[in-house]
């Protein structure tokens, strides 16, 4: 066996560069000779220790060697691809999806905004405009020109501050007009927004939905109508304190029970449990049904968490600490696991199921 080239190596600042480079061509050679050398007396000893024929250890390891350069290689192109869509690099046209112009990305920019109430930038960036920072930019100031919506600062979970788009009063009527045209006839937008310290939790319920949303699209579904909690709350509202005035409190809350019940809403022991969101859809085999979303945040208490997982609620947190409030929650609640790469990337998720109804955790 070759003990490897025994290469005199003199100091570099005096060989002229094409020796240089022939110098560094040897000792590369050098090097892969005195492993492959090493790596085969191990084979060799191996193969004396266990019996096991010398040839057959020699094609085992190169084979490992190539399946964990071949590894290496698969990984680091996901890293890349993952680095890229943080910073809002542009991803590839997905041949799956219908091509659309700029003017139908800038359309769903400003449905989002206005059936969402607040959306973050950087969710309209990848959802809208598949990852191009240049057009979104150039969507939203052509938005802001045209007065449909305006740019807030909102601060995360962690501190960090971030852009948050929200429509005024001309693009919620414009988002639920363009909504008409879509075939979305009574869809609800809405313009302003809520308190500063409740920004972050719209932009999170945004994602949440629009993470369910894929889900029933992955299967065949489709969404045909998306009410956030406001709108929920102000119809159960409205409905009971119609009943209240006509008739008397009594009326009012079972005027309340029934109008939850219209909308899909859960009650349990006088509580109406209004999600933070609600998606209407039409499935893959044509039945017609709803999804409720809520998005926890560390103050959520578990009895709280456990009675809308129970419900049929599926379950996001707004922040990695927020999903360990309800992780703990959910132990032991409904059966089995699987992991999940999390909305903002954080990892990790856990899913089961109670009452044959699904619930998940979403770290966004």
């Known amino acids: 066996m070759s003990r490897g080239l025994d290469i005199e190596r003199p100091g570099r600042e005096n060989v002229p560069g094409r020796e240089r480079n022939a ?43 190539e399946a964990g350069e071949q590894h290496q290689r698969r990984a680091g192109r996901e890293r890349l691809r993952e680095r890229r869509e943080r910073s809002g690099h542009r991803r590839e046209h997905d041949p799956r999806q219908p091509r659309r112009s700029f003017a139908e990305r800038v359309n ?62 001309g693009g919620a009527a ?29 932009v999170a319920v945004y994602r949440a939905a629009i993470a369910a949303q894929e889900r029933i699209e992955a299967t065949g579904g489709r969404v045909t109508r998306v009410r956030i909690d406001a709108e929920l ?64 945040s560390e103050h959520y208490r578990g009895r709280e968490i456990r009675a809308k997982a129970k419900a049929g609620f599926e379950m996001y947190a707004s922040s990695p600490r927020a999903a360990g409030v309800v992780q703990r929650a959910l132990a032991g609640v409904g059966g089995g696991t699987r992991g999940r790469s999390g909305i903002g990337g954080v990892a990790g998720g856990r899913s089961g199921s109670r009452g044959g109804r699904p619930y998940e955790v979403f770290e966004l």
């Open 233 to 296: 709350k102000g119809e159960i509202a409205a409905r009971g304190e119609r009943a209240r005035r006509m008739r008397d409190h009594k009326a009012g809350e079972a005027a309340r029970t029934r109008a939850a019940a219209d909308l899909g809403v859960p009650v349990q022991d006088g509580r109406v449990l209004v999600p933070d969101a609600q998606l209407e859809y039409v499935a893959g085999d044509g039945r017609d049904g709803r999804c409720n979303v809520e998005v926890a």
């Open 174 to 202: 414009a988002a639920e007009a363009l909504w008409r045209e879509a075939g979305r006839q009574g869809q609800r937008t809405f313009s302003g927004a809520v308190k500063a310290a409740e920004v972050g939790h719209d």
């Open 23 to 65: 110098l560094e061509l040897l000792e590369a050679l050098d090097g892969t000779i005195r492993g492959r050398s090493e790596r085969n007396a191990r084979l060799l000893a191996e193969s004396q220790a266990t019996g096991e024929p010398y040839l057959d250890l020699l094609k085992q390891a190169v084979r490992d060697k």
């Open 108 to 169: 769903g920019a400003i449905r989002d905004v206005g059936t969402f109430r607040a959306v973050a930038l950087r969710d309209l960036v990848a959802r809208q405009f598949d990852g191009h920072p240049f057009a979104a930019h150039k969507a939203v100031a052509q938005l802001e020109r045209r007065g449909l919506v305006e740019r807030r600062q909102a601060q995360g979970p962690q501190g960090g501050t971030f852009t948050v788009l929200v429509a005024t009063r």
